[in-house]
């Protein structure tokens, strides 16, 4: 039984995952350090923390694997700089601290076009968190590379909304890869991944994820 943590529990993907691995009985025990509590449950703790100031001793970073849904839009960020230490500096930091207390697996969600030498500002910050996880040393890290996301949002994204709806209505029509992927078909296969926890890296494309 694994000790798992998940960062990014209130997010779409984020509490799909959560509430999978609380059924799960694989998971001895879901640790999901949040800015707000979340609604308790036997198996979760749920450390409340500043993101900005992760305590670096805290028994709690003792788990077996992490999975990752951390991520925001630029719009919701406010700026780029403040959207790269949500998608970037967040997930890294959390990554860095789990290890150093014996963590083995790390899952990211990632997005479909991360390259740290894209043109395109949000790729490249995907792209660059995908290349410094590598090299932290984890026994097993997946990064799963989901295109369109499908499913409710708390916040909204008008425009992310739009495009699913499109890519939905012409869904027979796109390769595979372009397609609304259910998020807690992202969330399966994050979950999977951290518990098995597979020797060496392994890249999930949105078309694996179907």
């Known amino acids: 039984m694994s000790r798992l943590m998940l960062v990014g529990a209130t997010g779409l993907v984020g509490h799909c995952v959560l ?3 609380l059924a799960d009985a694989r998971v001895r025990q879901v640790v999901a ?3 707000s509590a979340l609604p308790p449950h036997p198996k979760l703790l749920n450390p409340l923390v500043d993101f900005d100031h992760l305590p670096d001793n805290a028994d709690w970073w003792a788990v077996d694997a992490v999975v990752c ?3 925001t839009t630029i719009k ?9 230490r949500v998608d970037h ?3 890294l930091q959390v990554a860095r601290l789990a ?11 990632s997005a479909l076009g ?3 030498a894209s043109r395109v500002f949000y790729s490249r910050t995907k792209g660059e968190l995908e290349q410094d996880l590598q090299v932290l040393g984890y026994r097993s890290l997946t990064l799963v590379r989901p295109g369109l996301i499908g499913g409710e949002r708390r916040q909204a994204r008008p425009a992310e909304q739009l495009a699913v709806r499109l890519s939905t209505w012409l869904q027979p029509l796109l390769p595979r890869r372009y397609r609304v992927v259910p998020a807690d078909r992202i969330a399966h296969h994050l979950l999977q991944v951290a518990l098995a926890a597979a020797p060496g890296v392994q890249v999930l494309m949105s078309e694996r994820l179907l």
Do not use: I
């Open 76 to 84: 919701t960020a406010g700026s780029q700089a403040a959207f790269y």
């Open 33 to 35: 350090p949040t800015r």
């Open 99 to 109: 290890l150093r207390q014996g963590a083995k697996a790390y899952a990211l969600n």
């Open 114 to 116: 991360a390259d740290p």
């Open 19 to 21: 509430q999978q691995a």
């Open 89 to 91: 500096g967040y997930p």
């Open 69 to 71: 849904t951390l991520g």
